[in-house]
């Protein structure tokens, strides 16, 4: 009832009683969201998330070439030599109704031609990825996938991503394959697991 | 097809090398990350710093003008706008209920440090920090005032901008600050060809009247605005009596000094008493229609999330198997994953839509309401005044005013 008074004096003072009132509430505000949100950043490591493609989950589907807000996507085709058979008729490098095995483009894979091969030995080719050239099309990831040991794979290039805050692919991906991980896992890699 | 899938790998055995064939070492470029985000923190600080400084020391705008240029150039040309604080609301409200998230610390203070300021001196962020707010500032040549029921009626688009921003991240469906984000085109030299289109048709606004993605669609902003407007020190346009020339009123790019008003019609005790009843009962009546509202539109509201879609898809497809089948149908079965599965997260997501979407629904009816009663209230005012919620603390007016001009020239 205090404040009743003070109307007939003055309407200023019930003004700024209320100011002061909001003022304090905004200060608990602050504090509260503040302190809250403080205890859900983690300390280990570094904190830091980036966005990476899990090649268990992918299914080559294309959208990585066309939805990365990069005018050509940061996504690039990396090739595990660990994984690799080093075969010749190479399911990732030989277009599956190649007329010969040559390097003529009608029978390759690669739309850029990006995978470059080199003889190792008697039968084995080293093959190697070329990143200025890819684009993240994955038509190789796929017939490596069906044709061989899968060494091939989709993932994204850390120092190409623009680290967006919502990830363009990771919202059109058909598996839901792309999520943010910390550091520590920058790159999903095949041989490394 | 999972089993089929991992019996792909390893069909061929890893070759024995006899010609003594080492397999290469890949050194992969690792994001190099940590030591920008300790500058942009500095950055940010040293121009609010400076903006401050400019607002309560120097009283000009000039200062503010200079750190609108750097913040463009570095926060948006060269650090390329990510993470922003308008969009680091939707990354604290998701810490909260996705705790595989680790909120990163910079994130905490790109949220918490312009809120802050708005607090201790007002938005102080929006100034000349915030590139976008910059970006309008620097090509605005006129300032073409808009009636009071149009900005009155578009201001509260960004309140609703947040309530589903805040709804949508805390649904873990999308981002949507950041997908409709309309200048990181502008900055990024490409992208979403829309969406540039739009941010061009927003600058082009804002030659002609002040800034409009702040006033009309910025949620940071109506979040910003809850503070400035019971900040501690407040921005005054000149320490001097003012003389109500009207010049301020006329410089401001965001509309928001108020003129000298003498409320004429005489009110009796009763009907004051009356009026603030009738706010106590339409408030709550608009809270409980938004909330009633939201709570029916819910299944509608959660399409937009990927489980939600998914879902459909499949139950499309098993109800007619001879159908063509999706892509995103197409990985799910290849997944191997369970359609109950599927069903139990469709169910927790429409449960979360259902509980955040009324808490939203909520919000709207009291941020609605709310601007209907700010509307009904007349206020005496002698002088020019500042209402302080809108106000993006500029400075335009410091050139304007005369008797802040006399005191600069006594200064110098």
């Known amino acids: 009832m205090k404040n009743d008074n003070q109307i007939s004096n003055s309407p200023i003072k019930r003004r700024d009683f209320f100011r002061r009132l909001g003022t304090v509430m905004a200060g608990g505000g602050i504090l509260a969201v503040g302190g809250a949100a403080a205890t859900k950043v983690k300390s280990e490591g570094t904190a830091d998330l980036y966005w990476q493609i899990d090649h268990e989950k992918c299914t080559q589907c294309g959208r990585c070439e066309t939805d990365c807000v990069m005018p050509v996507s940061a996504v690039r085709c990396f090739h595990a030599n660990k994984v690799c058979g080093y075969c010749d008729l190479c399911g990732g490098y030989y277009r599956t109704n190649a007329k010969e095995l040559n390097t003529a483009a009608e029978n390759m894979i690669c739309p850029t031609g990006a995978i470059q091969r080199k003889f190792v030995e008697e039968p084995y080719f080293e093959y190697t990825i070329d990143y200025d050239l890819c684009n993240g099309c994955g038509k190789c990831v796929k017939g490596c996938g069906s044709f061989g040991n899968g060494s091939l794979f989709l993932q994204v290039k850390q120092d190409l991503c623009l680290n967006c805050n919502e990830c363009k692919i990771s919202t059109v991906c058909v598996s839901g394959a792309i999520s943010r991980v910390p550091y520590e896992q920058a790159y999903k890699m095949k041989d490394k697991a | ?412």
């Open chain 2, 1 to 412: 097809m999972k089993n089929l899938l991992l019996a792909f790998v390893s069909r061929f055995p890893r070759p024995d090398f006899e010609s003594g064939y080492q397999y290469p070492e890949y050194t992969y470029a690792v994001p190099n990350e940590v030591l920008w985000d300790t500058l942009d923190v500095i950055m940010l600080l040293l121009l609010m710093g400076i903006v401050t400084w400019a607002l309560y020391k120097k009283r000009t705008r000039q200062p503010i003008f200079w750190t609108s240029i750097v913040s463009i150039a570095y926060f948006g040309f060269f650090r390329e706008g990510c993470v922003c604080s308008i969009g680091s609301i939707q990354n604290v409200a998701y810490a909260f209920v996705e705790d595989s998230y680790r909120l990163p610390i910079v994130v905490l203070l790109f949220f918490l440090i312009p809120i802050i300021f708005a607090y201790l001196f007002g938005r102080v962020f929006c100034a000349g920090v915030c590139p976008f707010g910059a970006l309008q500032d620097l090509v605005n040549v006129k300032n073409y005032r808009l009636s009071r029921a149009v900005s009155g009626a578009l201001s509260i688009i960004p309140w609703l901008y947040l309530i589903f921003a805040l709804l949508y991240a805390l649904t873990r469906t999308r981002f949507i600050i950041c997908q409709f984000d309309p200048f990181i085109g502008i900055f990024r030299l490409g992208g979403d060809w829309g969406l540039i289109i739009f941010g061009a048709i927003l600058l082009l606004m804002s030659v002609f009247t002040g800034r409009p993605f702040c006033r009309f669609l910025c949620p940071y902003g109506a979040l910003l605005s809850i503070f400035s407007s019971v900040s501690i020190w407040k921005i005054r346009i000149t320490q001097k009596p003012c003389i109500t020339c009207e010049l301020c009123h006329n410089s401001c790019p965001v509309d928001t000094i108020r003129a000298p008003y003498q409320h004429k019609v005489e009110e009796s005790h009763r009907q004051g008493v009356m009026r603030v009843i009738s706010y106590f009962v339409i408030l709550p009546l608009l809270v409980v229609a938004g909330a009633a509202l939201m709570y029916m539109g819910s299944e509608n509201l959660s399409n937009a999330h990927r489980e939600v879609r998914l879902y459909h898809m499949i139950m499309a497809h098993e109800a007619d198997p001879d159908g063509e089948l999706t892509l995103e149908a197409e990985a799910f079965y290849s997944q191997g994953r369970t359609i109950e599965d599927l069903t139990a997260s469709y169910q927790q997501v429409q449960d979360d839509f259902k509980v955040y979407g009324t808490i939203a629904g909520a919000l709207i009816g009291l941020v609605v309401g709310l601007k209907l009663i700010n509307l009904s209230l007349k206020r005496t005012r002698k002088e020019y005044e500042i209402s302080y919620g809108n106000c993006i603390a500029c400075g335009k007016c410091f050139e304007y005013c005369p008797q802040n001009r006399k005191k600069l020239k006594i200064e110098d």
